[in-house]
């Protein structure tokens, strides 16, 4: 099965739009359990519309996770961290630093009963309030043109920069 894998380049803004709403909470990755996180990254992509994963043979999945997102750098990136609403665990995104003033987004993950609720869009201003404080001038990321995060993506204002097919 073939799919289009994009590039995506965003310019991280000068001024901070990042609100918390309540009952909503980030913290740091280090915080919860690998486990959780591991488990909540398959649920998401067993659901998902990812080809690449369905490409994945099952014992394949766990070296992908464990190889593929930038361990063990993105468990220090400042912008990797678990989201959390009313105390429940429904998503984290891994943040790894790729090329000079960028904040690379190697993966995020939202429960799919809670998307397409504005957590994907809380969890982009979060990297990208991180980003600012840091200093940084742009976050890049990999999708799939027909996975739905591709449309939270053109929507948030990433710009493509590259595409191809993978077969």
């Known amino acids: 099965m073939s799919y289009n894998y994009v590039e995506m380049n ?5 001024e901070g739009r990042f609100k918390i709403p309540e009952n909503v909470r980030f913290d740091d990755i280090n915080k919860e ?3 959780n996180i591991y488990n909540l990254f398959i649920d998401c992509f067993n659901q998902g519309d990812a080809q690449f994963y369905k490409n994945l ?3 394949n999945r766990k070296q ?8 063990p750098n993105v468990l220090s990136h400042k912008g990797s961290h678990c989201l959390y609403f009313n105390d429940e665990l429904i998503g984290f995104t891994y943040v790894v630093e790729y090329a000079e003033k960028n904040a690379h987004i190697s993966c995020m993950c939202i429960k ?3 998307q397409g609720q504005g957590f994907g869009r809380l969890m982009m201003e979060y990297v990208e309030d991180v980003a ?7 976050m890049t990321l990999g999708t799939e043109d027909t996975m739905k995060a591709y449309q939270l993506y053109k929507k948030y204002g990433f710009k493509t920069v590259t595409k191809h097919k993978v077969e």
Request: cysteine-free; proline content about 7%; hydrophobic content about 15%.
């Open 33 to 35: 359990s690998q486990t």
């Open 112 to 114: 799919p009963k809670y």
């Open 57 to 59: 043979k099952p014992d």
């Open 64 to 71: 992908f996770y464990q190889d593929e997102l930038g361990f």
């Open 132 to 138: 600012r404080r840091d200093k940084l001038t742009s």
């Open 10 to 14: 965003y310019s991280v803004g000068s």
